[in-house]
């Protein structure tokens, strides 16, 4: 499918390579030290100039003695570990941002580091490893596959030998990447606006307290000065990245964001509109890596989540011209033939289905426990287990674990902790949790009323009708010299509205009250049903 090829942006990752043991990071020391302390050249890749310095840094890795454990002499009375510093030359970036650093530390087997206490503690290397050094990279705007062949190149132009880096360990791993587009500021506005992809893969994909749940909406700057989307973000665990998108493993954050600076540049310069990016949130990663050897999964996953967000707020992906995208320094809207095909996001359709399992569950009946579990859940703010739950109800926590069991699609229980299946059910258990206890006061009220007009002397029927008003929660005012009126609070629907009146009526009927009375009373409702009427229209 023809879509717009996002940019590269952030991108972070440890590289590894054991193929030479520890010569790669001994090459380094002796570089340094010939070069007075850093050594800088420069390079060309692929018809570019880039530029290469290698510094030093102090290290507290604990000195192994003559020897390493692996038995490798060692020779060097002082530790360092080393900077590598690669930029695209200032006359092809004008921008200054395209570049990366690598920060190469050795690696040997029950290597220790030392606090600014003393104290000593392990540093860890994959099983097996052996000797080796550990190549910490860090960078942006660099497409995600050209960092290690760029390491290499850098390297040799410092005369360290570029063989040590072209082999990397299977336990290489990517700590963050991004993948962006820059959209017109006049377009972006449905990406972040409250109902639009943002807001509600947070409402209706994360959970209401239990693992990552993060939605970030900031509409002020740096500087306090008001810019609409400044900072809005998602982040989507790897749980529940995979309700949107089924085929997906990567927990990701969306956003939309400006530059600090943006409202001081105008609409002509790129700075002024802000960029929708997708970005890997490795911290939220809960079974295995993401390899260096996957970085084609990686940017597909990423690429794919990008333009269904896009596609979901109504912005072009694959436009004639530039269309809603703003060309930068680093990206071009250009389109491409083999992007992903966008997923329809359908927030719709997941909203519908959360609230079906509501509905459901409150339409079949709820035990007690039950009730008492989401009341719970709905009033505390922080994490819950089924024993905290018992605790809370005079409960056994056997027959709070069955509950919660029934209820296995409203709620979770996972790692001893239970919480509402996403936010938006939340705010549905919530309403539903009042709704009952408004029932159950206005139940009271009516029983209260009812024993208050038979103390009155009242017949049985005149009080059945106090008792409908207060259970429907109505005002009755029935002056002698005035038209009756009834003001009705919190009903939802002009069907609710109608139920309750022609049951009053009933009610006032049998009460042997005059009926032209009734039908004439004037009717009117607070709440979203705001408005009045006579009664005589609703029966």
Same mark, same amino acid.
């Given at each position: 499918?023809?879509?717009?090829?996002?940019?590269?942006?952030?991108?972070?990752?440890?590289?590894?390579?054991?193929?030479?043991?520890?010569?790669?990071?001994?090459?380094?020391?002796?570089?340094?030290?010939?070069?007075?302390?850093?050594?800088?050249?420069?390079?060309?890749?692929?018809?570019?100039?880039?530029?290469?310095?290698?510094?030093?840094?102090?290290?507290?890795?604990?000195?192994?003695?003559?020897?390493?454990?692996?038995?490798?002499?060692?020779?060097?009375?002082?530790?360092?570990?080393?900077?590598?510093?690669?930029?695209?030359?200032?006359?092809?970036?004008?921008?200054?941002?395209?570049?990366?650093?690598?920060?190469?530390?050795?690696?040997?087997?029950?290597?220790?580091?030392?606090?600014?206490?003393?104290?000593?503690?392990?540093?860890?290397?994959?099983?097996?490893?052996?000797?080796? /050094?550990? @190549?910490? =990279? +860090?960078? &942006?705007?660099? *497409?995600?596959?050209?960092?290690?062949?760029?390491?290499? !190149?850098?390297?040799?132009?410092?005369?360290?030998?570029?063989?040590?880096?072209?082999?990397?360990?299977?336990?290489?791993?990517?700590?963050?990447?991004?993948?962006?587009?820059?959209?017109?500021?006049?377009?972006?506005?449905?990406?972040?606006?409250?109902?639009?992809?943002?807001?509600?893969?947070?409402?209706?994909?994360?959970?209401?307290?239990?693992?990552?749940?993060?939605?970030?909406?900031?509409?002020?700057?740096?500087?306090?000065?008001?810019?609409?989307?400044?900072?809005?973000?998602?982040?989507?665990?790897?749980?529940?990245?995979?309700?949107?998108?089924?085929?997906?493993?990567?927990?990701?954050?969306?956003?939309?964001?400006?530059?600090?600076?943006?409202?001081?540049?105008?609409?002509?310069?790129?700075?002024?509109?802000?960029? /929708?990016? @997708?970005? =890997? +949130?490795? &911290?939220?990663? *809960?079974?295995?890596?993401?390899?260096?050897?996957?970085? !084609?999964?990686?940017?597909?996953?990423?690429?794919?989540?990008?333009?269904?967000?896009?596609?979901?707020?109504?912005?072009?992906?694959?436009?004639?011209?530039?269309?809603?995208?703003?060309?930068?320094?680093?990206?071009?809207?250009?389109?491409?033939?083999?992007?992903?095909?966008?997923?329809?996001?359908?927030?719709?359709?997941?909203?519908?289905?959360?609230?079906?399992?509501?509905?459901?569950?409150?339409?079949?009946?709820?035990?007690?426990?039950?009730?008492?579990?989401?009341?719970?859940?709905?009033?505390?703010?922080?994490?819950?287990?089924?024993?905290?739950?018992?605790?809370?109800?005079?409960?056994?926590?056997?027959?709070?674990?069955?509950?919660?069991?029934?209820?296995?699609?409203?709620?979770?229980?996972?790692?001893?902790?239970?919480?509402?299946?996403?936010?938006?059910?939340?705010?549905?258990?919530?309403?539903?949790?009042?709704?009952?206890?408004?029932?159950?006061?206005?139940?009271?009220?009516?029983?209260?009323?009812?024993?208050?007009?038979?103390?009155?002397?009242?017949?049985?029927?005149?009080?059945?009708?106090?008792?409908?008003?207060?259970?429907?929660?109505?005002?009755?005012?029935?002056?002698?010299?005035?038209?009756?009126?009834?003001?009705?609070?919190?009903?939802?629907?002009?069907?609710?509205?109608?139920?309750?009146?022609?049951?009053?009526?009933?009610?006032?009927?049998?009460?042997?009250?005059?009926?032209?009375?009734?039908?004439?009373?004037?009717?009117?409702?607070?709440?979203?049903?705001?408005?009045?009427?006579?009664?005589?229209?609703?029966?």
């Amino acid at each position: 499918m023809k879509t717009v090829e996002p940019a590269h942006h952030e991108f972070s990752a440890n590289a590894l390579y054991n193929s030479h043991g520890l010569a790669p990071w001994f090459a380094c020391d002796s570089t340094v030290k010939a070069g007075d302390g850093s050594v800088t050249r420069e390079f060309n890749r692929d018809g570019e100039r880039w530029l290469s310095k290698l510094s030093y840094q102090s290290s507290n890795i604990v000195h192994p003695g003559d020897e390493t454990p692996a038995g490798t002499e060692f020779q060097l009375e002082t530790i360092r570990e080393f900077n590598l510093k690669v930029a695209r030359h200032p006359e092809q970036d004008s921008t200054g941002e395209q570049d990366f650093s690598a920060h190469i530390a050795p690696r040997w087997p029950d290597m220790e580091g030392e606090s600014k206490t003393g104290e000593t503690y392990d540093i860890s290397a994959p099983d097996g490893f052996g000797e080796g /050094v550990n @190549v910490a =990279l +860090q960078g &942006s705007n660099i *497409r995600f596959d050209r960092y290690t062949a760029l390491l290499q !190149d850098a390297m040799a132009a410092v005369g360290i030998s570029g063989r040590y880096f072209e082999e990397f360990h299977e336990f290489s791993n990517v700590q963050d990447a991004e993948r962006y587009v820059r959209v017109h500021e006049d377009r972006s506005g449905p990406v972040h606006s409250r109902d639009g992809p943002i807001a509600s893969m947070a409402h209706l994909l994360e959970n209401d307290r239990r693992g990552y749940r993060k939605l970030v909406q900031n509409d002020d700057d740096e500087y306090g000065e008001n810019l609409p989307g400044y900072y809005h973000t998602v982040t989507l665990g790897q749980r529940r990245v995979r309700e949107a998108f089924p085929d997906h493993r990567l927990p990701v954050e969306v956003k939309h964001y400006y530059a600090k600076e943006a409202n001081n540049k105008g609409p002509n310069h790129p700075l002024g509109h802000p960029k /929708v990016g @997708v970005s =890997l +949130q490795i &911290s939220q990663l *809960r079974d295995g890596k993401v390899g260096l050897d996957e970085l !084609d999964v990686l940017e597909e996953e990423l690429d794919e989540t990008l333009l269904s967000v896009l596609a979901d707020a109504g912005i072009d992906v694959a436009p004639s011209d530039d269309g809603p995208f703003v060309e930068d320094s680093y990206f071009t809207p250009d389109v491409s033939e083999s992007g992903p095909d966008p997923l329809g996001l359908n927030m719709t359709q997941v909203r519908m289905e959360q609230e079906h399992v509501v509905v459901r569950h409150l339409a079949d009946g709820l035990t007690p426990t039950a009730w008492e579990s989401l009341e719970t859940l709905v009033a505390d703010g922080g994490e819950l287990s089924p024993a905290d739950i018992a605790d809370e109800n005079d409960r056994h926590v056997g027959s709070v674990r069955r509950a919660l069991r029934e209820m296995d699609d409203l709620v979770e229980t996972e790692y001893a902790k239970v919480s509402l299946r996403s936010e938006h059910v939340a705010e549905l258990v919530h309403e539903a949790v009042n709704e009952a206890r408004d029932a159950t006061r206005r139940a009271a009220d009516a029983a209260s009323k009812a024993m208050e007009a038979a103390k009155r002397g009242l017949s049985e029927t005149t009080s059945a009708f106090i008792a409908w008003a207060a259970r429907h929660d109505v005002d009755v005012n029935d002056r002698t010299d005035a038209r009756m009126k009834l003001r009705f609070h919190g009903v939802k629907s002009a069907r609710e509205l109608g139920d309750a009146i022609r049951t009053g009526f009933d009610v006032w009927k049998d009460a042997g009250m005059p009926e032209t009375r009734f039908r004439e009373a004037q009717i009117s409702v607070e709440g979203d049903l705001r408005g009045k009427a006579r009664a005589w229209r609703y029966l």
